[in-house]
T-cell receptor, first 111, second 113 residues
Framework: DQQVKQNSPSLSVQEGRISILNCDYT??????FLWYKKYPAEGPTFLIS?????DKNEDGRFTVFLNKSAKHLSLHIVPSQPGDSAVYFC??????????FGAGTILRVKS | DAGVIQSPRHEVTEMGQEVTLRCKPI?????LFWYRQTMMRGLELLIY????????DSGMPEDRFSAKMPNASFSTLKIQPSEPRDSAVYFC???????????FGPGTRLTVT
């Protein structure tokens, strides 16, 4: 059962524009959500996170929005840069240790 | 600061052989996780340790897989005997008990022929 879903396998965006990556989850017991970025031949690197008690968290060009009623979160990157081209994984946690990952979305930022 | 270290980075072996993957977590981190990434199943948790003790091994696919953490700075994931369907990228990650964020190593790409 896929508890965390990223339904868009890929996304292409022009440099300078906004990138919006989406993630849906089914388990209402998840209490923390994270986004990771992964370049080829490297491990995933932590990008930004949000607790279930918040609906928005911002860090520089990256903002994560959480809609608990819809069980949906999104990552906004503004402005997008070519170096942002990578695979983005959404992950969810319950009680802080085990992470459940989505399948990932490939982001391509065109210059 | 050194991140999570994994070795080898690439491993090619023949079916039936024993494979041992190694991981050194970030110093001071008391949680260690082993993940496997495949095209079909994505990134899935195999097992995790807290203070060197295995806490949850429900993701270990079968008895051919075993993991140990003899001390706070070293862990191994062993596959014996290996099969072609074990071909994947295996990641190790670590974290402290105070945070949710896990820090990943560069992974070991395993190919079983």
């Amino acid at each position: 059962d896929q508890q965390v879903k990223q339904n868009s396998p890929s996304l292409s965006v022009q440099e300078g524009r906004i990138s919006i990556l989406n993630c849906d989850y089914t388990n209402s017991m998840f209490d923390y959500f994270l986004w990771y970025k992964k370049y080829p031949a490297e491990g995933p690197t932590f990008l930004i996170s949000i607790s279930s008690i918040k609906d928005k968290n911002e860090d520089g060009r990256f903002t994560v929005f959480l809609n608990k009623s819809a069980k949906h979160l999104s990552l906004h990157i503004v402005p997008s840069q070519p170096g942002d081209s990578a695979v983005y994984f959404c992950a969810a946690s319950r009680w802080g240790n085990k992470l459940v990952f989505g399948a990932g979305t490939i982001l391509r930022v065109k210059s | 600061d050194a991140g999570v270290i994994q070795s080898p980075r690439h491993e090619v072996t023949e079916m039936g052989q024993e494979v041992t993957l190694r991981c050194k977590p970030i110093s001071g981190h008391d949680y260690l996780f082993w993940y496997r990434q495949t095209m079909m199943r994505g990134l899935e948790l195999l097992i995790y340790f807290n203070n060197n003790v295995p806490i949850d091994d429900s993701g270990m696919p079968e008895d051919r897989f075993s993991a140990k953490m003899p001390n706070a700075s070293f862990s191994t994931l062993k596959i014996q005997p290996s099969e072609p369907r074990d071909s994947a990228v295996y990641f190790c990650a670590s974290k402290t008990g105070r945070t949710y964020e896990q820090y990943f190593g560069p992974g070991t790409r395993l190919t079983v022929t």
